[in-house]
């Protein structure tokens, strides 16, 4: 009776080791036939990631194109500092909250003034009895354009069934530029431009001898 005892034993023992081989041997092939696919299903992931979150990568030219070179020999007198809030939209009817876009852009814009010298000629400076009588150029706008550092869009709300209008935020940069220059003219940038010219100029040709300086247009 003990002998079958322990035959019972050593046949379970037996059976047990060979139980645990053949499981660990299926578990090792299945690891193996599996690795393929985690690493393939980990390529898809990181493509998919790389896809919703995609690098953006700026590649300059590097051939630079000359088209033109001017002397230049502008009197800068004036300088704007103005700020401007442009609301812009697109398709705000009954269906505005499906397919609508609505932007709004806080501008900030610098803009210079003054005369160009360059307008000038031998005809523009007359000496009459130590007098000099100075024919200057109208003074003009020479810089309206936006400081993008400081210009953003301060809110943008879209349809549920768009992505917006791509260019909507260039049609409220544009108008931006141009209302800020319209708003500096009717300030009288022009006037203050011209006057700072002249006082400028009169200051200059003093010292340099002459007695009187008088200025036309």
Same mark, same amino acid.
């Given at each position: 009776?003990?002998?079958?005892?322990?035959?019972?034993?050593?046949?379970?023992?037996?059976?047990?080791?060979?139980?645990?081989?053949?499981?660990?041997?299926?578990?090792?092939?299945?690891?193996?036939?599996?690795?393929?696919?985690?690493?393939?299903?980990?390529?898809?992931?990181?493509?998919?990631?790389?896809?919703? @979150?995609?690098?953006?990568?700026?590649?300059?030219?590097?051939?630079?194109?000359?088209?033109?070179?001017?002397?230049?020999?502008?009197?800068?007198?004036?300088?704007?500092?103005?700020?401007?809030?442009?609301?812009?939209?697109?398709?705000?009817?009954?269906?505005?909250?499906?397919?609508?876009?609505?932007?709004?852009?806080?501008?900030?814009?610098?803009?210079?003034?003054?005369?160009?010298?360059?307008?000038?000629?031998?005809?523009?400076?007359?000496?009459? @009895?130590?007098?000099l009588k100075v024919k200057l150029p109208e003074p003009?706008?020479?810089?309206a354009t936006l400081d993008n550092e400081k210009s953003?869009?301060?809110?943008?709300? *879209?349809?549920?069934?768009?992505?917006?209008?791509?260019?909507?935020?260039?049609?409220?940069?544009?108008?931006?530029?141009?209302?800020?220059?319209?708003a500096v003219i009717e300030d009288g940038i022009l006037? *203050?431009?011209?006057?700072?010219?002249?006082?400028?100029?009169?200051?200059?040709?003093?010292?340099?001898?002459?007695?009187?300086?008088?200025?036309?247009?």
């Amino acid at each position: 009776m003990g002998g079958l005892a322990v035959a019972l034993l050593v046949l379970f023992f037996l059976i047990a080791l060979v139980l645990f081989l053949f499981v660990n041997s299926l578990r090792t092939s299945t690891q193996s036939a599996l690795n393929p696919i985690n690493e393939a299903s980990g390529y898809i992931a990181t493509q998919v990631s790389n896809a919703l @979150n995609p690098t953006v990568t700026v590649t300059p030219d590097p051939v630079t194109i000359l088209r033109e070179v001017r002397s230049l020999a502008r009197l800068e007198t004036v300088q704007y500092s103005m700020e401007k809030v442009i609301t812009a939209e697109s398709a705000q009817g009954a269906f505005g909250f499906l397919v609508g876009d609505k932007i709004l852009f806080v501008a900030h814009g610098v803009v210079i003034a003054g005369v160009d010298l360059s307008k000038m000629d031998e005809q523009s400076l007359r000496v009459d @009895n130590n007098v000099l009588k100075v024919k200057l150029p109208e003074p003009e706008i020479f810089v309206a354009t936006l400081d993008n550092e400081k210009s953003y869009v301060y809110d943008r709300s *879209t349809g549920i069934l768009t992505k917006g209008n791509v260019t909507l935020e260039s049609l409220a940069r544009q108008t931006a530029e141009a209302e800020i220059r319209k708003a500096v003219i009717e300030d009288g940038i022009l006037v *203050t431009a011209k006057q700072n010219a002249e006082n400028y100029l009169y200051r200059l040709l003093r010292q340099l001898g002459f007695g009187e300086v008088i200025f036309e247009y």
